[in-house]
């Protein structure tokens, strides 16, 4: 991997101080909440109560102190003090990507009242200076696509746009309408691996599995993996689109503990591709009972049309960037 440049105006601020995960948890969480509220999910919110949760366990917060050089969790990165109270907070949160040190910048954010001053910029810096620091082999975050001040930012310090992310939603109360086709779905044949595999080392790739949940090693087919799959009790189901006996696409659900559920789409190069990937993501939400998180996550910009005339709604796109 290449090494990391750091902007040469890294330095320490009089107001600028590392998090103190003893003490700032609770303040850290009214400052991310604040900031980020209008775009906040359910993940988002479950995250912040997990954190104010924390702040208040003494036994948690003395093994978070320990830890934090290998928790995932934002126990790491810096915090902007001033007139008396937590009004910037930047954190670093560090992953493992094939045997590499990766750290992850999360939660930068600013108080409405102290915007535009330096303190997003300044945090940023730091915990890129931390991380450096620490050996990182590479330092990545991810912004939302409709937020340009955050993106000019980043590009300031040296981040360069690696992917871009969409997250779909299936509308529950969508109506679906079978596209009239040729198409036929079949339920996922041993012989379609190779290439459904092929695609999806294309459509979800290697460099950002580190982090997400990605694990497409449980949809290759053979005697071993199912009966692992048994073995964790983890119920997956996989359909293939296919005209004349030629794979178009494929379809994989995969529950999350009941928190979610994601479908990851294979798709080809052929002309019918996109139809045939409708046909899938509708007929999986007629076949499977699904909560109301039934999420794709795809390229950004790929396949609108189609992942949208299967009743399925973008819910955000992220910018994934690397330093
Ligand atoms: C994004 C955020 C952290 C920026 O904090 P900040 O302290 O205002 O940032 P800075 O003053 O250091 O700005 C540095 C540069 O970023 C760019 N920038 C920051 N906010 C911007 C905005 N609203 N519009 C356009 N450019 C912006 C500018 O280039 C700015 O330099 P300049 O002021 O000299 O023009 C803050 O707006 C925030 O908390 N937003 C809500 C939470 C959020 O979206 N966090 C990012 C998640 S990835």
């Known amino acids: 991997m290449s090494s990391i440049t750091i902007p040469v105006k890294t330095k320490d601020h009089p107001h600028l101080r590392p998090l103190n995960v003893l003490r700032d948890l609770s303040a850290v969480a009214d400052l991310i ?27 948690f917060l003395r093994w978070a102190s320990r830890v934090s050089e290998t928790a995932s969790m934002p126990l790491m990165g810096y915090v902007w003090e001033q007139d008396g109270r937590i009004v910037g907070n930047a954190s670093l949160i560090p992953f493992r990507d094939r045997g590499k040190r990766v750290y992850l910048i999360a939660n930068v954010a600013t108080h409405p009242d102290y915007r535009r001053r330096g303190i997003g910029r300044a945090l940023t810096e730091r915990v890129m200076k931390q991380a450096h620091d620490k050996r990182a082999s590479a330092i990545w975050l ?12 980043y590009r300031q310090l040296g981040f360069k746009e690696m992917a871009r992310r969409t997250t779909w939603q299936g509308s529950p109360d969508a109506r679906l309408i079978h596209p009239r086709t040729d198409i036929r779905i079949v339920p996922r044949h041993p012989r379609f691996w190779p290439l459904q595999q092929d695609w999806l080392q294309r459509l979800y790739p290697k460099n950002l599995s580190w982090y997400q949940s990605w694990n497409l090693n449980a949809l290759r087919p053979g005697l071993w993996n199912w009966l692992y799959l048994l073995f964790i009790d983890f119920n997956i189901k996989q359909w293939a689109a296919v005209r004349d006996d ?30 045939a990937l409708t046909s899938l993501l509708i007929h999986a939400r007629r076949t499977i009972t699904y909560s109301s998180n039934l999420m794709l996550d795809y390229p950004g910009g790929q396949m609108t049309d189609a992942i949208r005339a299967a009743g399925f709604q973008p819910r955000r796109t992220l910018l994934w960037m690397r330093a």
Not at 142 to 147: A, L, M, S, T
């Open 246 to 275: 030629e794979l178009l696409a494929a379809l994989a659900w995969m529950p999350h503990g009941g928190r979610s559920e994601s479908l990851y789409a294979a798709t080809g190069p052929a002309q019918a591709s996109g139809e």
């Open 33 to 59: 909440e604040l900031c980020f509220s209008p775009t906040m999910d359910n993940d988002g919110q479950r995250y912040l109560s997990d954190m104010r949760r924390a702040s208040r366990d003494d036994s």
């Open 142 to 153: 991810h912004v939302r696509d409709d937020n340009p001040g955050a993106i000019e930012l």
